[in-house]
């Protein structure tokens, strides 16, 4: 089992960025490597089908992006406006500051599948090239990645916490809040400093127009990424006994470093084996933040990677290239602050 789940890994972390079907296909791959997670595991039954498709979030998640993205098509011309009216009363910047630090703080209230939506949406319409774009995207999800932790209701990373620590509804801002909110603020300024210098609107509503997304590929999309999220639920399940074999009995602060298995693995799924009442305070905070600044590193490490990745059309490689360079020296700092 232990060799073939780490062919699995190795195959899910290199084959996106090697072969150009796979990329192209990420969603499907990443579907078939969970099927084969759980047969390696011994663990693949009709029941476990069941129980997946079971999960609301596999519904809420696709239902949100399906809806949502009607929605904005709808009303593009009216977004498109309304920033521009922002763009008249404050610099590109400080708009793009206000957007991060915004949507890495609300994560946590209207959920990370809310903020992302709205994130994509503003930054399909800002006056950018693609390159900034990119970078303004992969920051932002950085920031609510971080701040969806806050609540119970931001992500399902927080609600498994909370019911497994027997918490209240602050308890994850009382244990993570401290270091949460100035990643956030920091993410915010980062966005600030690595997006370049705008465009003017024309060329801006030029590109827009070009690729616009019908109905069908709002669809289409849909139902990506309701595979992608069913892939990771496979994922997670395939890996599980690996991680509660060989994992969740070893030292907070190499579990801190292992868990940037996040970064390609269901992030919940690895919380909820590893996450202990028996715990004290700083190996809760280890674990979570190192699931926290892994899921930024690469696309399937979050719900807004997959959800952003989909509508900007970012590849693995471009994700990479800024993910996991910011991810590490992330990795880094917290551990030196928290250890």
């Not at 099927?35 to 596999?58: K, W």
């Not at 969806?148 to 927080?158: D, K, N, Q, R």
Request: proline share 3%.
């Amino acid at each position: 089992m232990l060799v073939g789940l780490i062919i699995i890994l190795l195959m899910v972390l290199i084959l996106p960025f090697a072969v150009t079907e796979v990329e192209n296909n990420l969603e499907f791959f990443l579907f078939l490597m969970g099927l084969v997670a759980t047969i390696i595991s011994g663990i693949f039954d009709f029941h476990l089908i069941v129980r997946i498709l079971q999960n609301q979030l596999l519904y809420m998640i696709s239902g949100a992006v399906l809806f949502a993205g009607i929605l904005f098509k709808l009303f593009q011309d009216k977004i498109k406006v309304a920033i521009q009216d922002a763009l008249k009363i404050m610099p590109l910047k400080f708009f793009i500051f206000l957007v991060v630090l915004i949507l890495g703080l609300l994560s946590s209230i209207i959920t990370a599948i809310i903020a992302s939506l709205v994130l994509v949406e503003i930054i399909n319409n800002l006056p950018l090239n693609r390159s900034n774009k990119v970078r303004l995207n992969i920051i932002a999800c950085f920031a609510i990645g971080l701040g969806a932790v806050l609540t119970p209701i931001g992500e399902p990373l927080s609600t498994i916490v909370i019911i497994k620590m027997d918490g209240s509804f602050t308890y994850l801002i009382e244990k993570v809040g401290k270091y949460i909110i100035p990643g956030i603020l920091v993410a915010s300024v980062l966005s600030v400093v690595m997006v370049g210098q705008g465009q003017s609107f024309a060329t801006t509503i030029n590109m827009v127009a070009e690729k616009e997304e019908t109905y069908l590929g709002v669809i289409i999309r849909a139902f990506k990424v309701f595979i992608f999220v069913m892939a990771l639920e496979l994922l997670g399940a395939g890996f599980k006994p690996f991680i509660d074999t060989y994992i969740i009995n070893l030292d907070s602060r190499i579990l801190y470093w292992i868990n940037m298995l996040s970064a390609v693995l269901d992030n919940a799924t690895i919380a909820a084996a590893e996450v202990s009442p028996s715990m004290s305070d700083t190996q809760v905070q280890a674990v979570l933040m190192g699931l926290l600044v892994s899921g930024g590193m690469l696309i399937p490490g979050n719900i807004p990677n997959i959800i952003s990745a989909g509508k900007l059309k970012i590849k693995s490689g471009e994700w990479a290239c800024l993910g996991l360079p910011l991810g590490l020296i992330g990795l880094v700092i917290y551990f030196l602050i928290i250890f």
